[in-house]
């Protein structure tokens, strides 16, 4: 551990903080109609998409006509992505595919176009040896725009149900999803993008160039339009990379200054809209509560993970690996981890993407520590309420809020409520279902891999038999249920073909197929419950405070959300979590 490294972890949380105040305001003007300075560059593209999509926005939506409009969005986007894929082929006229990719086996895109559209961008593929231009950018890049659209709008309508006076009304969701992509994530996408292609990052539509080394072999340098891909994938919580090696790879994240700049896109969106939140109910304070709680419980992760990854593991120490012989002068656990980062860049990077839903890694998780590799899983064991994916991590969290305050009540014998609204039996009820559905959903499709010899060909086979392979398994479950998208890399969903890595040139149906309704699922039914629950708060009329009110907005609040958020994952997940990367950071056994 180092000085530059715990400033690093430090000076993140600040600037992000500075950055996302501003942003928290402009936002709540955009959503509540109030003048911003980019309305007269927007305005018109604004109308003309409504009139493209015959929608009226000022047409008011009650949570099941909301619910309607984005499913029946969704499903939309779904089948023209799928399409897109499996006629790669066919684009070639374009110019975009000047690799001559084929489409890709219908099990591997049906998982690909649910990541896509959940936003978890899970990959069983190369994007480097699979994907044309084309597919990139019509296909998987705009879904990283809607799907990240769609999660901003649950939190703006969750938060117009709790704010609601006597009415039912959410809002519309054409009007939030058009506002989200054209005055929130465009204009920012377009400055980090001009920001990466500055230090070095690429953007063309080359052939890919083919090197000479200095032994006399050849190595394939893979071209495309990367910074434009690379900006909405952070800044949307998306994380799918053009390249297998992600934001590891130097045309992703060429420096150290763009790894700091990646990480402050990763969670500038998910932090300004907790500031939203508070601007929009009127109350700063019960945003700078939830906010306070979210990063308490970031940084504690942050330290573990740094602590853990510099001082290495019992393993390498038994093996006679001390942690200077295998990572220098700086110490710690180098294994898996990019020089130009180093051990604080990587273990806050991890951090980073596991407490939203970006799934984006700059180093190899696998390759982490027991204790560190289990900071992940814990992150992801919260259910995307440390920050958490753009929309997601806000309404998730506000459910969580519900629950503290319906426990807090019954522990002080008094009616719970929240901002004035009576927290009832209904509402409860709704707020238990969406966010038992994530876990549940992990764990159920963890089950049902490593118990069936369909799903343990997933594990890599140096893995199978010991805890490190329940881990790959166990991992894999839960960040596609979390739609998160980050993964311990033996896990896989493809066999390589002898045409090389063409999107599953021979598929493992079962991972495919399960990976694939686990996203939906896990994605879907907790926006149906937390849409419910705001029709049901909408409804209700605003009570007076009195004396006996639980206060919301406190640093007692903040401690009893984080007792439940813990207690909640615990319960749910700390048996696994025994099984898989503690016990393997316990023991002194080198797994692989």
């Known amino acids: 551990m180092t000085v530059a490294g715990w400033l690093t972890i430090f000076l993140f949380a600040a600037i992000l903080t500075v950055l996302a105040i501003p942003l928290g305001r402009y936002m709540a003007a955009v959503?509540?109609?109030?003048?911003?300075?980019?309305?007269?560059?927007?305005?018109?593209?604004?109308?003309?998409?409504?009139?493209?999509?015959?929608?009226?926005?000022?047409?008011?939506?009650?949570?099941?006509?909301?619910?309607?409009?984005?499913?029946?969005?969704?499903?939309a986007g779904w089948l023209l992505l799928y399409l897109i894929l499996r006629t790669q082929t066919l684009w070639n006229f374009t110019g975009l595919n000047p690799q001559h990719f084929h489409s890709g086996t219908w099990n591997v895109t049906f998982n690909t176009t649910s990541s896509f559209l959940t936003n978890t961008n899970w990959q069983y593929y190369s994007g480097e040896t699979t994907l044309s231009y084309f597919?990139?950018?019509?296909?998987?890049t705009v879904q990283n725009f809607l799907s990240a659209g769609i999660g901003i709008a649950v939190a703006v309508a969750l938060i117009r149900g709790i704010i609601g006076r006597s009415g039912k009304s959410l809002g519309n969701f054409w009007?939030?999803?058009?506002?989200?992509?054209?005055?929130?994530?465009?204009?920012?996408?377009?400055?980090?993008?001009?920001?990466?292609?500055?230090?070095?990052?690429?953007?063309?539509?080359?052939?890919?160039?083919?090197a000479h080394t200095l032994a006399g072999?050849?190595?394939?340098?893979?071209?495309?339009?990367?910074a434009s891909q690379e900006a909405i994938k952070l800044l949307g919580t998306n994380g799918g990379g053009f390249f297998n090696t992600n934001s590891a790879h130097p045309f992703e994240n060429p420096t150290g200054f763009t790894n700091f700049v990646e990480m402050l896109t990763v969670l500038v969106i998910p932090a300004a809209l907790v500031f939203m939140y508070g601007r929009m109910v009127g109350n700063r304070r019960q945003g700078y509560a939830i906010y306070a709680t979210?990063?308490?419980?970031?940084?504690?992760?942050?330290?573990?993970?740094?602590?853990?990854?510099?001082?290495?593991?019992?393993?390498?120490?038994?093996?006679?690996?001390?942690?200077?012989?295998?990572?220098?002068a700086t110490g710690g656990n180098l294994e898996g981890k990019e020089q130009r980062f180093g051990i604080a860049g990587s273990a806050l990077f991890d951090v980073v993407t596991t407490v939203s839903s970006c799934g984006a890694v700059n180093s190899a998780i696998e390759s982490f520590t027991g204790i560190g590799g289990a900071v992940p899983m814990a992150n992801l064991s919260a259910s995307e309420v440390i920050f958490g994916g753009v929309g997601t991590g806000l309404y998730s969290i506000l459910l969580y809020v519900l629950l503290a305050v319906f426990i807090g009540g019954l522990?002080?014998?008094?009616?719970?409520?929240?901002?004035?609204?009576?927290?009832?039996?209904?509402?409860?009820?709704l707020v238990a279902l969406g966010l038992l559905i994530t876990p549940l959903s992990a764990l159920f499709s963890t089950a049902l891999a490593t118990a069936s010899p369909a799903g343990r060909q997933s594990i890599s086979a140096a893995a199978k038999g010991g805890p490190?392979?329940?881990?790959?398994?166990?991992?894999?479950?839960?960040?596609?249920?979390?739609?998160?998208?980050?993964?311990?890399?033996?896990?896989?969903?493809?066999?390589?073909?002898?045409?090389?890595?063409?999107?599953?040139?021979?598929?493992?149906?079962?991972?495919?197929?399960?990976?694939?309704?686990?996203?939906?699922?896990?994605?879907?039914?907790?926006?149906?419950?937390?849409?419910?629950?705001?029709?049901?708060?909408?409804?209700?009329?605003?009570?007076?405070?009195?004396l006996g009110t639980m206060r919301t907005d406190n640093p007692t609040f903040v401690v009893l959300l984080i007792g439940v958020i813990v207690l909640v994952g615990a319960l749910t997940f700390f048996p696994a979590l025994l099984l898989g990367p503690i016990v393997q950071g316990l023991t002194p056994h080198l797994y692989a």
């Open 31 to 75: 959503y509540t109609g109030e003048r911003t300075i980019l309305d007269p560059l927007f305005r018109t593209p604004e109308r003309l998409l409504y009139k493209v999509m015959r929608v009226d926005p000022r047409r008011e939506q009650d949570w099941k006509a909301y619910a309607k409009s984005l499913i029946i969005f969704s499903l």
């Open 135 to 140: 597919s990139q950018m019509a296909g998987l």
């Open 217 to 226: 072999g050849k190595q394939q340098i893979a071209m495309g339009p990367v």
């Open 294 to 328: 979210m990063m308490l419980m970031f940084l504690g992760a942050a330290a573990v993970a740094y602590i853990a990854e510099a001082h290495g593991s019992p393993a390498q120490h038994a093996a006679g690996l001390h942690t200077h012989v295998i990572a220098g």
């Open 411 to 429: 522990m002080v014998g008094r009616t719970p409520e929240y901002l004035g609204k009576k927290i009832e039996g209904r509402e409860i009820k």
């Open 175 to 210: 009007f939030d999803l058009v506002r989200t992509v054209l005055w929130v994530l465009v204009p920012i996408s377009f400055v980090v993008a001009l920001a990466l292609v500055w230090q070095g990052s690429i953007a063309n539509f080359s052939h890919y160039l083919i």
């Open 468 to 546: 490190q392979g329940f881990s790959e398994s166990f991992y894999a479950y839960l960040s596609q249920a979390n739609n998160n998208g980050s993964a311990f890399a033996g896990y896989t969903g493809y066999v390589p073909g002898p045409h090389g890595g063409n999107l599953g040139a021979h598929g493992i149906t079962f991972a495919d197929l399960l990976g694939g309704f686990t996203m939906l699922f896990a994605r879907y039914a907790p926006i149906l419950f937390a849409l419910a629950v705001a029709g049901a708060l909408a409804g209700k009329k605003i009570s007076p405070a009195g």
